[in-house]
């Protein structure tokens, strides 16, 4: 190699360095919801055991059960702006982090930040809890991975967020308990839905999405609707 191509390759691995900056180690497997009570620890991994399986289905018969609310005055900002690190009583609030970059450092793999930031993930690899699939994401793309709330924003609103104070509405959407990097698709199709209504592609993992939307709602004192609820039982036979 020329003393003038070593110099272009250096130059251009500098300038890759630039924009990418430092890495982050994989990390460890993805976590069941029943040791994951507070929701810092990466994915969702599916409940097996019959014993699990019973501690499930107590969680959910713990839920109350009402009517789905009307949608009067929703809107994503009664939740505060979107992913702003401006809760105050959940893990990683406040941390000088926007929240969807906490989650996606928290569940993603081969992480790659923005040069000079220890926050802004530039690209990663995700398995994705919901469908199964490996997704190599990338921000230019951002859509094609998206941070789903297990029980939704506007379920919530239904549901009595309406009288809460701000301080819980934001705790609410930015509480790691209720996110999870997930394919975007199938973050869209869910939408607003309750499990009666949407459940994960992957069958492995239904269990444990409800058990996870169960400790959600009772964290949150949420009710659900008599159908969700029969949903969410059927699922951890």
């Given at each position: 190699m020329s003393t003038k191509d070593a110099v272009a390759v250096l130059a251009g691995a500098i300038i890759v360095v630039s924009f990418i900056g430092s890495a982050k180690t994989p990390p460890a497997t993805a976590a069941g919801p029943l040791g994951n009570i507070s929701g810092t620890l990466p994915g969702l991994a599916p409940i097996i055991s019959d014993a699990e399986k019973a501690e499930a289905r107590g969680l959910i018969k713990r839920l109350r059960v009402k009517g789905l609310g009307p949608n009067t005055g929703y809107a994503r900002t009664r939740y505060g702006e979107n992913w702003a690190d401006s809760a105050t009583g959940v893990p990683y609030a406040r941390n000088g982090c926007r929240t969807r970059d906490d989650l996606l450092a928290r569940d993603g793999q081969n992480v790659q930040f923005r040069a000079g930031s220890?926050?802004?993930?530039?690209?990663?690899?995700l398995t994705d809890p919901y469908t199964g699939r490996l997704i190599h994401w990338h921000k230019?793309?951002?859509d094609e991975v998206q941070v789903d709330h297990v029980v939704p924003?506007?379920?919530g609103w239904r549901m009595g967020?309406?009288?809460?104070?701000m301080s819980k509405r934001l705790d609410f959407a930015n509480d790691p308990l209720n996110l999870l990097p997930v394919d975007g698709a199938a973050n869209e199709q869910k939408d607003a839905?309750?499990?009666a209504s949407w459940l994960p592609p992957r069958r492995a993992v239904r269990?444990?999405?409800v058990t996870r939307w169960a400790q959600v709602a009772?964290?949150?004192?949420i009710p659900v609707t008599s159908a969700d609820r029969k949903t969410m039982l059927a699922q951890c036979r």
């Open positions: 220890s926050c802004e993930v530039v690209s990663m690899e230019d793309n951002a924003l506007n379920y967020a309406p009288r809460w104070p839905s309750g499990p269990c444990a999405y009772l964290k949150y004192d």
